[in-house]
């Protein structure tokens, strides 16, 4: 009395199909954050191409802290928002202009204000309003000569424009976001002093 044994290619296979990737939530934020309706490439991935101004960089990185906010509460919740926008702007900038020859993150590199090799003057991006009220109002950016303390440099030109109702409306708003924007850049200037950042 013979038996068979089945062999491998006479059993049923079963496909199982590949397990699914692992979505890191940073990624899928950043992602986010970047895509609103831009084209993608042949795989369907968001065409990111960085044009943007200076001060835009952090304006993005506030995006990507709001996303966080939403989708890892927990993890939001611990995190310090100015220094980890801070850091994503820094993140953005440096892939789009050339590196501080100082090492120093926050720097926007000037290669005028780093021309001298006895006195490097480190800047970081302006960051100011505008509106129907003006035009580079208030505006403001990290300054730092060589190893010196870093400090903020504030313009204050003593223009006095006149304004009507609706213009005065869009200034209070601005503003707000504006306050927003200066503490961020004090929380900066805190962590760049105790060497929590570059």
Not at 111 to 135: K, L, T
Not at 152 to 165: E, H, K
């Amino acid at each position: 009395m013979s038996t068979t044994v089945p062999t491998l290619s006479a059993m049923p296979q079963q496909r199982t199909s590949p397990p699914a990737p692992a979505v890191d939530p940073l990624e899928s934020a950043l992602l986010s954050a970047f895509d609103a309706g831009e084209p993608c490439d042949a795989e369907g991935n968001p065409v990111v191409e960085i044009v943007a101004a200076a001060p835009s960089y952090a304006l993005l990185a506030e995006q990507v802290a709001d996303r966080l906010a939403a989708e890892m509460p927990k993890f939001a919740a611990k995190m310090d928002r100015a220094v980890f926008v801070a850091h994503v702007a820094d993140g953005l900038r440096s892939v789009a202009h050339p590196l501080c020859p100082d090492g120093r993150l926050w720097c926007t590199a000037d290669p005028g204000s780093h021309a001298d090799p006895r006195e490097h003057v480190h800047r970081g991006p302006q960051i100011a309003m505008h509106g129907a009220y003006g035009f580079d109002v208030m505006a403001f950016h990290l300054l730092q000569w060589n190893d010196d303390e870093v400090e903020l440099a504030f313009v204050g030109a003593g223009d006095w424009p006149d304004l009507n109702v609706e213009q005065v409306d869009e200034l209070i708003e601005d503003m707000a976001v504006h306050l927003d924007r200066l503490r961020a850049v004090r929380a900066r200037m805190v962590a760049l002093r105790t060497g929590a950042a570059l």
